[in-house]
């Protein structure tokens, strides 16, 4: 028997479950198959509704890993195998090679002296990476990583020879004990290819609501001036398409949660950034939950935002580098046809685990949200569960922690 | 007090052309006996075993490690001991906020080959500032309390009842105490919920009286009824709580505190507008709610009108009426925290029930009538139809499937309108809708029309703990959230300025049944590890874990009341006199309260105001301004400002040499005292960096930078009195992503200081 606790998951709903297990004294092993801890939190800019940065708690949430050896942190990790059953857990996990040493070492000139690039998954593939390095400032744990595929030819001699690289490392596998288990496996954006009307993948100035987070974001690819892929022009015009994916029977068949105020918060970026700024937003129904609707309420009386309730049914090329967005004005009825120089997919959350499955005796629903496990000592939560916003996360993941901890006896 | 220190470089993660070997022997020079080890390691993460080597060989009890910063890799240094002796740990950041930064004051370019003499003299301070740091800082020892194993839950609805179970199953006593003769609260009037499970898409029963009686049949719970609080005493861990139950004094011991004391339905003045009052087939959702539990329901049309915008319009003057009297208060100086006089004036609980909690139940009125139009759809299969006429249809997330469910239902007929009156025809009611999605407006006759509730929390209208804190019994702040005892921060849901009083539920937010349920489990969580913190004798988030706590010397203390006015958690209750009496367990380390103390009786055993001060007076200052160059000190918010420090060195982002940076809890624990102590050692400005304040605060700590704003009119006078510019001292608001502007901050605060010239008190 075993009191540790098994978190699957190291974005925000993870970090918190981990922690506060932690924190009541239970051991817990926390695994991340990215390299970084943070999740989808770490790639916004700020959050609605106060519009602070989510650097911030992460900082608090990373100084309180630091400081608790109860918590150990397994990055670019994958949950293989379980055996066993609720309370005697064995998990097996595979750690793949990270080829760099296990504490900070800042690889900065070395990277910025290879040639070999990758499309950064970090920033969306807005961007490119080199095959040595770190996706954001705030990295945690502060330390770079090795993509042996990026590198040249000429890369791979120089990385040879580097003191601290180990090209040669290898995936391993270990063995866990553990109690119970915390699913925080997260959603990741809905695919836009799979939205050909709207262009989404196919015209380049039509971008999703998180790439719009990584225009507006200070280390993303553009220093956070929002500016257009085709040519780097600030927009005067844009259009945002809500229920990109969401509410939809042949796509996501549920509501998003988050997407009406991410969107009227990326109204709020842009309007701080060109007060001459026009935007439409298309929408069914605007979803501002509880003392968020003081947020809709703050666009609502912005003389640059215009609502227009009727789903987007096209998205076309116009003039220029320009898009036409086609929509039904749902109350008049009107057929619109009008020109942005840029639009916004508020594509919706897709569960991480639609797509990607864990050796655990869990069942999925339809939308591949987790649907139980509850007696097998088993929690999901966040929006491995149910599409979520962060604070609503961090309530979620607090709550699991407890519900783990009923199981993992003996602290 | 650490005698033995050891200090390693890092020869990895310095650089800058810096000369390790001979910062080490100025250090072993300057330091002698107190740093009997300097060595300069290749790597300090791989000198771990070396250095635990030393501390055995040469009876270290302080190790200090320059090189990169301590926000990276910190975890790897611990070093503890088999004997139980505590190794004082403290880090010199030489790499980020040293020699990455570093630019010459010319701007010429720097070798990265050959530290110039400037980064010298920086890395040497620094060093120095750690040394004397470590020599100023003592074990801990922790403030122990109680730590009862028994959580009190206020309020038995849904959330309360759920509570108990879970704290019980955690195998926690609880004390449930419920005002009404019965449990259930809300839930009493609905036998058939929303969803509460996957598939998210169907009604479910909510099995109340199997809940009841699980609870009187738990041994671990104790449930009283027709019971209210009289007052809570002491700290988490060891509080007592007094409550009256049905006219009878009982008191017990508790841990910690859940609040899930709900809410109660708004006025109904406030839904007037909409016809409420003018017709008895005009009515709320709450009264349908009974309606359906008694089978009175006779209506065959009915109307859900969940567009809000009459009553809102009719009551938006009154909405914002309480925002002028904030500004009013603020403009004329009335602020009850910072007047500490007031606090002594029997407390009148502001009633802060308005208009804006019908919106802001938008998603529990949209899912509860969409339950509501369902049962009755069952009851009379199908026979009634029911309208529901929305706006915004506010189902989001999950629930969508429900929603979906509902569409599919015969008798259900939904339409966005805007209603633009609602009035009692004597045989029918007339609901009348603009901007239909039907091409044109209508006016809609039914025999009923349900309107929705405002979920107004109870702590909007009523004192539901009644604290006895000396800051009064009330949960401070609850204006900012429109009465509801919520947590300002978006990461930390559960955070609270009482520690160990945890809300959860309606009164923190409204909620649907799944979601109080699932937050009762967090605040049960929180409570439990307030318990267990207070057990060990180390602070909650967010320094958990922190050994230390405050220690007050009274044999100075004046009785100024200022630590107890300002400690932004209500840590400190006091005597008659005025003498502070700390409670450790409610603190939560941010040091506001030595910030304030003009006395300098406040200290931690890692943190004081000797130790900063002696800190601050280590670097050399230049006698001459024009050639060895301005002194400038920056104090850092550790939680923000020191980190966006960190990231502008990491990013290559270079300015003055001549600040030296020293990272404080939070601005709220800055001393006037340093200031005076940096101006008579000469330093020419002082700069204080940390979090937003306002409304919107950012501060961790919820007051410290908004304290420290305040704090500065008092410095300006005591400067003005020295004859001393004002404007040397300075406060900026860095939140922790505006790393970029770094630079812009700290050169245009040098620069304005070398404008004014040296400090007069420079060289005196």
Same mark, same amino acid.
């Given at each position: 028997?075993?009191?540790?606790?098994?978190?699957?998951?190291?974005?925000?709903?993870?970090?918190?479950?981990?922690?506060?297990?932690?924190?009541?004294?239970?051991?817990?092993?926390?695994?991340?198959?990215?390299?970084?801890?943070?999740?989808?939190?770490?790639?916004?800019?700020?959050?609605?509704?106060?519009?602070?940065?989510?650097?911030?708690?992460?900082?608090?949430?990373?100084?309180?890993?630091?400081?608790?050896?109860?918590?150990?942190?397994?990055?670019?990790?994958?949950?293989?195998?379980?055996?066993?059953?609720?309370?005697?857990?064995?998990?097996?996990?595979?750690?793949?090679?990270?080829?760099?040493?296990?504490?900070?070492?800042?690889?900065?000139?070395?990277?910025?002296?290879?040639?070999?690039?990758?499309?950064?998954?970090?920033?969306?593939?807005?961007?490119?990476?080199?095959?040595?390095?770190?996706?954001?400032?705030?990295?945690?744990?502060?330390?770079?990583?090795?993509?042996?595929?990026?590198?040249?030819?000429?890369?791979?001699?120089?990385?040879?020879?580097?003191?601290?690289?180990?090209?040669?490392?290898?995936?391993?596998?270990?063995?866990?004990?553990?109690?119970?288990?915390?699913?925080?496996?997260?959603?990741?954006?809905?695919?836009?290819?799979?939205?050909?009307?709207?262009?989404?993948?196919?015209?380049?100035?039509?971008?999703?609501?998180?790439?719009?987070?990584?225009?507006?974001?200070?280390?993303?690819?553009?220093?956070?001036?929002?500016?257009?892929?085709?040519?780097?022009?600030?927009?005067?015009?844009?259009?945002?398409?809500?229920?990109?994916?969401?509410?939809?029977?042949?796509?996501?068949?549920?509501?998003?949660?988050?997407?009406?105020?991410?969107?009227?918060?990326?109204?709020?970026?842009?309007?701080?950034?060109?007060?001459?700024?026009?935007?439409?937003?298309?929408?069914?129904?605007?979803?501002?939950?509880?003392?968020?609707?003081?947020?809709?309420?703050?666009?609502?009386?912005?003389?640059?935002?215009?609502?227009?309730?009727?789903?987007?049914?096209?998205?076309?090329?116009?003039?220029?580098?320009?898009?036409?967005?086609?929509?039904?004005?749902?109350?008049?009825?009107?057929?619109?046809?009008?020109?942005?120089?840029?639009?916004?997919?508020?594509?919706?959350?897709?569960?991480?685990?639609?797509?990607?499955?864990?050796?655990?005796? !869990? *069942? #999925? &629903?339809?939308?591949?949200?987790?649907?139980? %496990?509850?007696? $097998?000592?088993?929690? /999901?939560?966040?929006? =491995?569960? !149910? *599409? #979520? &916003?962060?604070?609503?996360?961090?309530?979620? %993941?607090?709550? $699991?922690?407890?519900? /783990?901890?009923?199981? =993992?006896?003996?602290? | 007090?650490?005698?033995?220190?050891?200090?390693?470089?890092?020869?990895?993660?310095?650089?800058?052309?810096?000369?390790?070997?001979?910062?080490?022997?100025?250090?072993?020079?300057?330091?002698?006996?107190?740093?009997?080890?300097?060595?300069?390691?290749?790597?300090?993460?791989?000198?771990?075993?070396?250095?635990?080597?030393?501390?055995?060989?040469?009876?270290?009890?302080?190790?200090?490690?320059?090189?990169?910063?301590?926000?990276?890799?910190?975890?790897?240094?611990?070093?503890?001991?088999?004997?139980?002796?505590?190794?004082?740990?403290?880090?010199?950041?030489?790499?980020?906020?040293?020699?990455?930064?570093?630019?010459?004051?010319?701007?010429?370019?720097?070798?990265?080959?050959?530290?110039?003499?400037?980064?010298?003299?920086?890395?040497?301070?620094?060093?120095?500032?750690?040394?004397?740091?470590?020599?100023?800082?003592?074990?801990?020892?922790?403030?122990?309390?109680?730590?009862?194993?028994?959580?009190?839950?206020?309020?038995?609805?849904?959330?309360?009842?759920?509570?108990?179970?879970?704290?019980?199953?955690?195998?926690?006593?609880?004390?449930?105490?419920?005002?009404?003769?019965?449990?259930?609260?809300?839930?009493?009037?609905?036998?058939?919920?929303?969803?509460?499970?996957?598939?998210?898409?169907?009604?479910?029963?909510?099995?109340?009286?199997?809940?009841?009686?699980?609870?009187?049949?738990?041994?671990?719970?104790?449930?009283?009824?027709?019971?209210?609080?009289?007052?809570?005493?002491?700290?988490?861990?060891?509080?007592?709580?007094?409550?009256?139950?049905?006219?009878?004094?009982?008191?017990?011991?508790?841990?910690?505190?859940?609040?899930?004391?709900?809410?109660?339905?708004?006025?109904?003045?406030?839904?007037?507008?909409?016809?409420?009052?003018?017709?008895?087939?005009?009515?709320?959702?709450?009264?349908?709610?009974?309606?359906?539990?008694?089978?009175?329901?006779?209506?065959?049309?009915?109307?859900?009108?969940?567009?809000?915008?009459?009553?809102?319009?009719?009551?938006?003057?009154?909405?914002?009426?309480?925002?002028?009297?904030?500004?009013?208060?603020?403009?004329?100086?009335?602020?009850?925290?910072?007047?500490?006089?007031?606090?002594?004036?029997?407390?009148?609980?502001?009633?802060?029930?308005?208009?804006?909690?019908?919106?802001?139940?938008?998603?529990?009125?949209?899912?509860?009538?969409?339950?509501?139009?369902?049962?009755?759809?069952?009851?009379?299969?199908?026979?009634?139809?029911?309208?529901?006429?929305?706006?915004?249809?506010?189902?989001?997330?999950?629930?969508?499937?429900?929603?979906?469910?509902?569409?599919?239902?015969?008798?259900?007929?939904?339409?966005?309108?805007?209603?633009?009156?609602?009035?009692?025809?004597?045989?029918?009611?007339?609901?009348?809708?603009?901007?239909?999605?039907?091409?044109?407006?209508?006016?809609?006759?039914?025999?009923?029309?349900?309107?929705?509730?405002?979920?107004?929390?109870?702590?909007?209208?009523?004192?539901?703990?009644?604290?006895?804190?000396?800051?009064?019994?009330?949960?401070?702040?609850?204006?900012?959230?429109?009465?509801?005892?919520?947590?300002?921060?978006?990461?930390?849901?559960?955070?609270?300025?009482?520690?160990?009083?945890?809300?959860?539920?309606?009164?923190?937010?409204?909620?649907?049944?799944?979601?109080?349920?699932?937050?009762?489990?967090?605040?049960?969580?929180?409570?439990?590890?307030?318990?267990?913190?207070?057990?060990?004798?180390?602070?909650?988030?967010?320094?958990?874990?922190?050994?230390?706590?405050?220690?007050?010397?009274?044999?100075?203390?004046?009785?100024?009341?200022?630590?107890?006015?300002?400690?932004?958690?209500?840590?400190?209750?006091?005597?008659?006199?005025?003498?502070?009496?700390?409670?450790?367990?409610?603190?939560?380390?941010?040091?506001?309260?030595?910030?304030?103390?003009?006395?300098?009786?406040?200290?931690?055993?890692?943190?004081?105001?000797?130790?900063?001060?002696?800190?601050?007076?280590?670097?050399?200052?230049?006698?001459?301004?024009?050639?060895?160059?301005?002194?400038?000190?920056?104090?850092?918010?550790?939680?923000?400002?020191?980190?966006?420090?960190?990231?502008?060195?990491?990013?290559?982002?270079?300015?003055?040499?001549?600040?030296?940076?020293?990272?404080?809890?939070?601005?709220?624990?800055?001393?006037?005292?340093?200031?005076?102590?940096?101006?008579?050692?000469?330093?020419?400005?002082?700069?204080?960096?940390?979090?937003?304040?306002?409304?919107?605060?950012?501060?961790?700590?919820?007051?410290?930078?908004?304290?420290?704003?305040?704090?500065?009119?008092?410095?300006?006078?005591?400067?003005?009195?020295?004859?001393?510019?004002?404007?040397?001292?300075?406060?900026?608001?860095?939140?922790?992503?505006?790393?970029?502007?770094?630079?812009?901050?700290?050169?245009?605060?040098?620069?304005?200081?070398?404008?004014?010239?040296?400090?007069?008190?420079?060289?005196?």
């Amino acid at each position: 028997m075993s009191n540790a606790i098994l978190v699957v998951g190291g974005g925000l709903t993870g970090l918190t479950a981990a922690i506060e297990a932690a924190e009541l004294g239970h051991e817990v092993y926390l695994v991340e198959k990215n390299p970084w801890l943070g999740g989808r939190v770490a790639q916004l800019t700020k959050y609605f509704p106060k519009l602070c940065p989510p650097s911030c708690g992460l900082e608090i949430q990373f100084q309180r890993i630091k400081k608790n050896p109860l918590i150990k942190c397994f990055t670019m990790t994958e949950l293989v195998g379980l055996k066993g059953k609720k309370g005697g857990y064995t998990a097996k996990i595979r750690l793949n090679p990270r080829h760099t040493p296990p504490f900070n070492v800042d690889f900065s000139l070395l990277a910025s002296s290879l040639e070999g690039e990758a499309p950064s998954e970090f920033e969306l593939g807005m961007t490119k990476r080199k095959a040595l390095y770190k996706a954001m400032p705030f990295a945690f744990p502060a330390r770079w990583v090795l993509d042996p595929s990026a590198l040249s030819k000429s890369d791979a001699a120089r990385v040879a020879g580097a003191k601290f690289l180990n090209i040669n490392e290898k995936a391993k596998e270990i063995e866990l004990d553990v109690a119970s288990i915390i699913v925080a496996t997260g959603w990741r954006p809905y695919d836009m290819a799979n939205l050909p009307n709207l262009g989404g993948g196919k015209w380049k100035n039509c971008i999703s609501n998180m790439q719009m987070e990584r225009l507006a974001s200070p280390f993303g690819p553009t220093g956070g001036v929002i500016k257009r892929p085709s040519d780097g022009q600030r927009p005067l015009s844009v259009a945002f398409a809500q229920c990109a994916g969401s509410r939809d029977q042949n796509h996501l068949n549920y509501c998003s949660y988050i997407c009406c105020m991410a969107t009227f918060k990326q109204c709020l970026y842009l309007v701080e950034q060109n007060p001459q700024v026009r935007i439409t937003v298309y929408y069914i129904d605007l979803r501002a939950p509880g003392r968020y609707i003081n947020t809709l309420e703050k666009v609502q009386k912005l003389p640059n935002v215009r609502f227009v309730k009727g789903k987007v049914a096209e998205i076309l090329p116009g003039r220029g580098d320009n898009l036409r967005v086609v929509a039904e004005n749902a109350i008049t009825g009107e057929k619109q046809t009008l020109e942005y120089e840029l639009c916004v997919l508020a594509t919706g959350m897709q569960p991480s685990l639609a797509a990607e499955s864990l050796p655990l005796p !869990m *069942p #999925l &629903d339809m939308d591949g949200f987790v649907a139980g %496990g509850e007696e $097998a000592g088993i929690f /999901a939560a966040g929006c =491995a569960r !149910m *599409p #979520l &916003d962060v604070s609503r996360s961090a309530q979620a %993941g607090t709550a $699991a922690a407890l519900k /783990a901890s009923q199981i =993992a006896k003996g602290r | 007090m650490a005698q033995k220190i050891g200090v390693y470089l890092d020869r990895e993660n310095i650089g800058g052309g810096l000369n390790l070997d001979e910062l080490a022997a100025k250090t072993k020079e300057k330091w002698g006996e107190l740093t009997p080890v300097v060595k300069v390691v290749p790597i300090m993460a791989e000198s771990v075993p070396e250095i635990e080597a030393d501390i055995k060989a040469n009876d270290l009890d302080g190790v200090l490690l320059c090189g990169a910063s301590p926000r990276v890799d910190s975890g790897f240094y611990r070093f503890p001991q088999e004997d139980g002796r505590k190794i004082l740990v403290d880090h010199v950041n030489l790499r980020e906020q040293c020699v990455l930064c570093y630019e010459n004051p010319d701007g010429s370019p720097v070798d990265p080959r050959v530290a110039p003499e400037l980064l010298k003299i920086m890395a040497q301070d620094y060093i120095n500032m750690g040394v004397v740091q470590l020599q100023k800082t003592t074990p801990a020892d922790p403030a122990v309390v109680k730590g009862v194993r028994r959580i009190l839950v206020i309020g038995g609805g849904w959330t309360g009842m759920h509570a108990a179970i879970e704290a019980s199953k955690s195998g926690y006593e609880v004390v449930l105490i419920e005002k009404n003769d019965k449990l259930g609260g809300a839930v009493n009037n609905i036998p058939v919920a929303s969803p509460l499970r996957s598939p998210w898409a169907d009604k479910e029963p909510t099995h109340l009286s199997e809940l009841i009686e699980d609870l009187d049949k738990d041994p671990n719970i104790t449930v009283c009824l027709n019971a209210t609080m009289k007052t809570l005493v002491g700290e988490p861990g060891e509080y007592k709580a007094i409550a009256n139950v049905g006219g009878e004094e009982k008191s017990w011991e508790v841990g910690a505190v859940v609040v899930a004391t709900g809410w109660v339905p708004l006025s109904e003045k406030y839904l007037a507008p909409m016809g409420l009052g003018s017709s008895p087939a005009i009515i709320t959702a709450a009264q349908f709610a009974q309606m359906l539990v008694k089978n009175e329901v006779k209506a065959k049309r009915i109307a859900f009108v969940l567009d809000t915008t009459i009553a809102e319009k009719a009551f938006a003057a009154e909405a914002n009426e309480p925002e002028k009297d904030i500004l009013e208060a603020e403009a004329s100086g009335k602020n009850a925290e910072s007047d500490g006089e007031n606090m002594d004036q029997p407390y009148v609980k502001e009633d802060l029930e308005s208009i804006k909690h019908l919106a802001y139940s938008n998603v529990v009125n949209s899912v509860g009538m969409l339950r509501q139009a369902n049962i009755i759809c069952d009851k009379t299969g199908d026979a009634v139809q029911a309208y529901i006429i929305y706006k915004n249809m506010a189902i989001p997330g999950i629930l969508e499937r429900f929603y979906r469910t509902m569409q599919n239902r015969l008798g259900i007929m939904m339409t966005k309108a805007d209603v633009t009156s609602v009035k009692d025809h004597g045989d029918r009611v007339v609901v009348s809708c603009e901007n239909t999605l039907l091409g044109m407006d209508f006016d809609l006759d039914v025999d009923l029309v349900v309107l929705p509730c405002g979920i107004v929390p109870t702590t909007a209208k009523e004192l539901v703990v009644n604290f006895d804190y000396r800051q009064g019994p009330d949960f401070p702040d609850l204006e900012l959230f429109d009465g509801y005892a919520d947590s300002n921060y978006i990461c930390f849901p559960y955070e609270t300025r009482r520690t160990g009083v945890y809300a959860a539920g309606c009164v923190r937010q409204p909620m649907t049944l799944d979601l109080c349920e699932e937050d009762a489990c967090g605040a049960v969580l929180k409570a439990i590890e307030c318990i267990e913190s207070g057990d060990r004798g180390v602070a909650v988030a967010p320094r958990s874990g922190d050994r230390t706590h405050p220690i007050f010397n009274f044999l100075r203390c004046t009785q100024c009341k200022r630590c107890t006015v300002e400690c932004p958690f209500g840590a400190l209750d006091d005597d008659e006199k005025g003498t502070p009496k700390p409670n450790p367990s409610r603190c939560r380390r941010c040091g506001t309260c030595f910030g304030a103390c003009p006395e300098r009786v406040i200290s931690f055993a890692d943190y004081n105001i000797d130790q900063v001060s002696a800190m601050l007076r280590q670097p050399d200052i230049p006698k001459n301004f024009k050639e060895g160059g301005p002194r400038i000190l920056i104090m850092a918010c550790e939680n923000d400002a020191y980190p966006a420090l960190d990231m502008a060195g990491l990013r290559h982002k270079k300015w003055s040499p001549y600040c030296r940076i020293i990272p404080v809890r939070c601005l709220g624990s800055v001393n006037a005292i340093w200031i005076s102590d940096a101006m008579n050692k000469g330093y020419d400005g002082v700069l204080l960096m940390g979090c937003k304040y306002g409304d919107d605060y950012q501060c961790h700590f919820m007051k410290g930078s908004e304290l420290s704003h305040l704090r500065m009119e008092n410095i300006a006078e005591t400067l003005n009195r020295l004859r001393v510019e004002p404007e040397r001292v300075e406060q900026l608001e860095v939140a922790i992503d505006e790393y970029d502007r770094i630079p812009e901050l700290i050169d245009g605060f040098v620069d304005r200081i070398t404008a004014l010239g040296p400090n007069p008190f420079k060289g005196m």
